[in-house]
């Protein structure tokens, strides 16, 4: 029988820092569907993002071909050696995950999985990055807020759909493996979690003429969220007669708001803004 996270924390003594977003799993059951719901195999290099003291790592490392894991807190650096260091297809890298090269890490492998149980504090930068940067990952498997999972997943038309739900579905299928209670964590948070596979498109959802105007059009669009699109695409210093072709362009009426479009239709607004924004 492996050690359990309680009794390592024992045998360690060691010390939550809450500012590190540290909830450890608990739960076997939680582990099983993580490692089952990322559909690890004998192929794939696993990058885990805060391994904690390696309860989900070893059970990553009894599927994949090789585990590497990106630690921040020096305190967890020799538990982890200790406990798995002698695992041939185990590396442990005390980086930050918000600034460490992935490049460097995924190398030449083909069948790259992310499995982690984020730290909460910064889990939408660490998906922005791992998104916007463009690295070789299959899928995303993480363990997230239940809040930012419904607002990942959301479509059109529901109160949860904004920028973050674009930003995600631009770039990846998403599917909610499971729901997990506080109880299966130590120490509880306060919120419930869900684990959410983000599966890597082979091309991005709109074929997009200027990536960052679609984003900065998507904000717009969802910073005041009563706004219509019209009013949101103001600020991008065409003529009323000119921002009306740009509508016309794209089949869009004017009237609508940003959270009824799809992002087919974002692509298709941002597309034919940029059209007539740099015609001669
Ligand atoms: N994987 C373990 C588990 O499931 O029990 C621990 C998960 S805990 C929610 C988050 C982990 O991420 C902690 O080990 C924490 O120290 C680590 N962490 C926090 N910020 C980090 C960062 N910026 N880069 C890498 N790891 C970080």
Same mark, same amino acid.
């Given at each position: 029988m492996d050690i359990s996270t309680q009794d390592l924390v024992k045998k360690y003594n060691f010390k939550f820092t809450k500012s590190l977003g540290q909830n450890f799993l608990i739960d076997d059951s939680v582990l099983v569907d993580i490692v089952s719901g990322a559909e690890i195999g004998p192929d794939d290099l696993v990058i885990e993002i805060g391994?904690?003291?390696g309860t989900l790592t070893r059970e990553l490392l009894k599927k994949a071909k090789k585990v590497v894991a990106i630690e921040?807190?020096?305190?967890l650096i020799p538990i982890l050696t200790n406990e798995l260091g002698d695992n041939p297809n185990f590396r442990l890298v005390h980086e930050d995950a918000l600034k460490v090269d992935f490049n460097k890490i995924i190398g030449e492998e083909k069948s790259v999985k992310l499995v982690a149980n984020l730290p909460y504090y910064v889990t939408t930068p660490i998906i922005a990055r791992l998104l916007n940067?463009?690295? +070789?990952? %299959?899928s995303l498997t993480i363990m997230i807020q239940k809040e930012v999972a419904e607002r990942i997943n959301a479509e059109p038309n529901? %109160?949860?759909?904004?920028a973050l739900s674009i930003l995600v579905q631009y770039f990846c299928d998403t599917k909610i493996i499971r729901k997990v209670s506080p109880q299966s964590f130590i120490p509880r948070p306060k919120v419930d979690s869900i684990v959410i596979r983000l599966d890597k498109l082979d091309k991005p959802k709109a074929e997009l003429k200027d990536k960052e105007l679609f984003f900065s059009i998507v904000r717009n669009s969802f +910073?005041? !969220? !009563?706004?219509t699109l019209w009013n949101a695409l103001k600020s991008f210093g065409l003529s009323k007669e000119d921002l009306e072709e740009v509508f016309l362009k794209a089949g869009i009426d004017q009237k609508r708001r940003g959270e009824t479009l799809s992002i087919e239709e974002f692509g298709e607004l941002a597309n034919s803004l940029y059209i007539v924004k740099n015609r001669g």
């Open positions: 391994p904690g003291v921040l807190d020096s305190e940067e463009g690295y +070789n990952f %299959k529901c %109160k949860e759909y904004g +910073n005041m !969220r !009563r706004k």
